[in-house]
């Protein structure tokens, strides 16, 4: 049973590029979290969905950010137009339900140049 | 979700227990109280939860104080690569997402 597979592990953007980070949650897991990290610092809750919904997004930047689970695929955390200060390791975590814990990918560290 | 208190360092020597405590004086009684850490740079890692009642598992155990105010997580033997920040967080089971706080940085030391 594979855990959270996120996808590219390291990424790097020119200023003004779109990132696109890809989350798979684990086989029969409905609940997808995306977390941010920036260098230094704790990991910040970003937006949590269900198959096809947004249930929280309290933690996404107004501008830019957007996130995605559709009913086939895995989970999307779009970046319009990076700016240096996106540089960060971007965790998605999943789980089956609130009560169980999460299981959290090797996250994708982004770059921007 | 209640807020919880940890001290921010600790050390330990390797194959001794280690045991960190977890401060969340205002949780309410339908929080839960969960335990993940972080290897450098690493995803985090589950480790434990509980609501009321002790909890093992293969990883650790977790004791709740009677009055659920404070929680010790406890490495039994712990070795070099336990070493990591330990994030003691009190949540609900609803919707609301997991935070994380600052966490305690534990070095296991040879």
């Known amino acids: 049973n594979a855990g959270v597979m996120q996808n590219p592990r390291h990424l790097v953007r020119r200023r003004g590029q779109e990132a696109r980070l890809r989350c798979s949650p684990m086989k029969g897991h409905s609940h997808v979290y995306w977390y941010r990290q920036l260098p230094e610092e704790g990991l910040k809750f970003m937006v949590y969905l269900q198959k096809e919904n947004i249930i929280d997004e309290s933690g996404m930047p107004k501008e830019r950010f957007s996130a995605e689970f559709p009913k086939e695929g895995p989970s999307i955390l779009r970046i319009q137009q990076v700016v240096r200060g996106d540089s960060a390791a971007y965790f998605c975590a999943s789980s089956p339900d609130r009560v169980k814990g999460y299981t959290f990918g090797s996250g994708t560290r982004l770059t921007v140049v | 979700d209640a807020k919880t208190t940890q001290p921010p360092s600790m050390d330990c020597a390797e194959g001794r227990a280690a045991n960190l405590p977890c401060n969340h004086s205002t949780i309410s009684g339908n929080e839960y109280v969960y335990w993940y850490r972080q290897i450098h740079s690493q995803g985090p890692q589950y480790i434990i939860h509980?609501?009321?009642n002790n909890e093992t598992n293969e990883m650790a155990s977790l004791i709740i104080t009677e009055d659920r105010k404070s929680s010790t997580l406890i490495l039994p033997h712990a070795t070099l690569r336990d070493t990591a920040v330990y994030y003691c967080i009190a949540a609900t089971s609803g919707n609301t997402p997991l935070v994380f706080g600052k966490g305690t940085r534990l070095s296991v030391i040879a």
């Open positions: 509980g609501l009321k």
